[in-house]
């Protein structure tokens, strides 16, 4: 946490049993982001759901045990929807599609790999994505995941010629920027009232996002 301890969470609502806020990217979001808002709120928080450490964006956390169930259940029952906008290093043929992998997670190299075959520690994995916009040789998408692998946005895109910009750890050449993945979107009946709930929040400002028109 040193370095951290005094940062304050962007909240972008709250009320008894959740919050729903921002993530920086170069947070541990159950570690350092769980800690900076019981702090900063004064009471429980639990994580339901994580981004990776360098990746930003929209988060909810739950305000109770109670609520923190309810989401993990909507979640597991396919009612919580998460959207991200992501750059890549070059495009695709297609423009928008479906991406389906095997999925195999090494642990002792916190990595991902896209696999043949079944076999044990194997996890289907599939998204959707649709291209928003060209600039030169990079590609802006739209990204809805219909399974939530470790990281799987990235390990698909890269393993088809496509790396997100930033990311060194799947092929990326770019040095310049966090890797270039943002929780866009988030959907999800709200645990108590059950009412529809929907956060959309764009990328923090700055290289690569800048790059494209429709985000400006």
């Not at 009612?79 to 195999?104: H, I, R, T």
């Not at 009412?195 to 494209?212: N, T, V």
């Amino acid at each position: 946490m040193f370095g951290v301890i005094n940062m304050r969470i962007e909240i972008i609502y709250e009320d008894e049993a959740l919050t729903v806020c921002m993530k920086l990217p170069g947070l541990d979001s159950q570690k350092d982001m769980s800690s900076l808002l019981r702090e900063q709120l004064g009471g429980e928080v639990f994580c339901v759901h994580r981004l990776d450490k360098e990746v930003g964006g929209l988060m909810v956390y739950a305000r109770s045990s109670g609520a923190a169930a309810v989401l993990s259940a909507a979640m597991a029952g396919g009612k919580f929807f998460k959207e991200y906008l992501a750059v890549s290093e070059g495009c695709p043929e297609e423009p928008e599609g479906l991406m389906q992998d095997l999925l195999f997670r090494d642990a002792a190299k916190n990595k991902s790999y896209v696999v043949k075959r079944q076999r044990r520690g194997v996890r289907r994995a599939e998204l959707e994505y649709k291209l928003l916009e060209r600039s030169g040789d990079k590609c802006l998408f739209k990204i809805k995941l219909h399974t939530g692998r470790s990281h799987q946005i990235r390990v698909q895109f890269a393993s088809r010629g496509l790396p997100l910009l930033g990311d060194a750890k799947y092929g990326s050449r770019e040095r310049r920027c966090n890797i270039a993945l943002w929780s866009w979107g988030l959907a999800f009946p709200h645990p108590v009232s059950g009412r529809s709930m929907e956060f959309s929040a764009r990328p923090e400002p700055g290289y690569p996002w800048d790059k494209f028109q429709s985000l400006n």
